[in-house]
């Protein structure tokens, strides 16, 4: 088994770990808000998540800088104004509250963003790094060959699932 996992991270682990592209940039917020509020580029305030002036894409922009910066909770108060059934929420649910310390509610969420969409290979690499927390290479390997088959050779989802299987270390993006 030891013979065989080592021969499995061989083949996954090439000598220029990042060669396949940039680390994404953390995005940094214009403006801060309070907490549950959301920047609204059209009045130039930070309104309510869940004003009906925003679009989906104002809420994951704000989801994104909030958990870049480590504020998962207030993530979370802004991802409960997003559509409920749509990948990119669901993975991000998975994404914060594995950071938080709830890796099996993570891990729930992954799936569920998984069987809405199969080819998100964010929330594929996000399960497989939680796998690699838990000890699991076996699954996290299993995510990246994922990853592979869904086209994201190249991508940071891939380069950094690959790594943190390497290395052990998780990453906060």
Not at 2 to 28: T, W, Y
Not at 122 to 148: C, D, H, P, T
């Amino acid at each position: 088994m030891r013979v065989f996992l080592i021969s499995a991270l061989a083949a996954v682990l090439p000598c220029s770990l990042f060669a396949n592209g940039p680390e994404p940039v953390a995005p940094k917020p214009k403006v801060t808000c309070e907490q549950g509020m959301v920047y609204d580029k059209k009045t130039k305030k930070c309104v309510s998540a869940q004003d009906n002036r925003l679009t989906p894409e104002d809420l994951f922009q704000t989801v994104r800088e909030l958990a870049y910066a480590g504020d998962y909770e207030g993530a979370q108060i802004i991802l409960a104004a997003m559509p409920q059934d749509d990948d990119r929420t669901l993975t991000y649910m998975g994404f914060t509250n594995r950071k938080l310390g709830k890796a099996e509610a993570g891990l729930a969420f992954y799936t569920r963003a998984l069987a809405v969409n199969p080819a998100n290979i964010l929330a594929r690499s996000y399960m497989g790094q939680g796998m690699v927390e838990q000890g699991n290479i076996a699954g996290a390997l299993a995510q990246l060959r994922a990853i592979r088959s869904h086209g994201g050779t190249g991508t940071w989802a891939e380069t950094s699932l690959r790594t943190a299987i390497a290395t052990g270390q998780t990453f906060n993006y």
